[in-house]
């Protein structure tokens, strides 16, 4: 019952955090969407210490592990749509590949060049 409760209480950090980006976006006319704006908001708070890891670990947890549920809508544009794929099906598969072959890579490049920099400063 305990996880259960923080686990809850974690999900409304996130909610939190999201509105408060979604009115930071509207009052400052950010050209980004809310959600991106709330996980740097998270990432800064994580960084400077606002905000322990340990106070959304849980609820990150569970949404990760619940993550197929946001994956639904996506299915059933792709039912509604199903014309469109016939006609642009390989188009979209190559802009679909390409772009995920491409944020794994920069991915793999940052994670090497920030573990290699921590190498660097452990030894010193």
């Known amino acids: 019952m305990k996880l259960f409760l923080i686990t809850g209480l974690q999900l409304i950090i996130y909610i939190v955090i999201f509105i408060i980006a979604g009115q930071l976006v509207d009052y400052f ?4 969407p809310a959600n991106i704006i709330g996980m740097l908001l998270l990432f800064i708070m994580i960084i400077t210490g606002l905000l322990p890891v340990k106070f959304v670990k849980q609820g990150a947890t569970f949404l990760l592990s619940e993550m197929l ?3 639904v ?3 059933v544009a792709i039912i509604n749509y199903f014309d469109i794929l016939e006609k642009e ?3 979209i598969i190559a802009v679909i590949a390409l772009s995920t ?4 890579a920069t991915t793999a490049w940052v994670v090497d060049k920030l573990y290699n920099y921590e190498l ?3 030894v010193k």
């Open 29 to 32: 006319s950010i050209p980004l």
């Open 69 to 71: 549920l946001f994956f």
């Open 73 to 75: 809508p996506a299915v």
């Open 89 to 91: 099906g390989i188009r």
């Open 101 to 104: 072959i491409i944020v794994l």
């Open 120 to 122: 660097k400063k452990a």
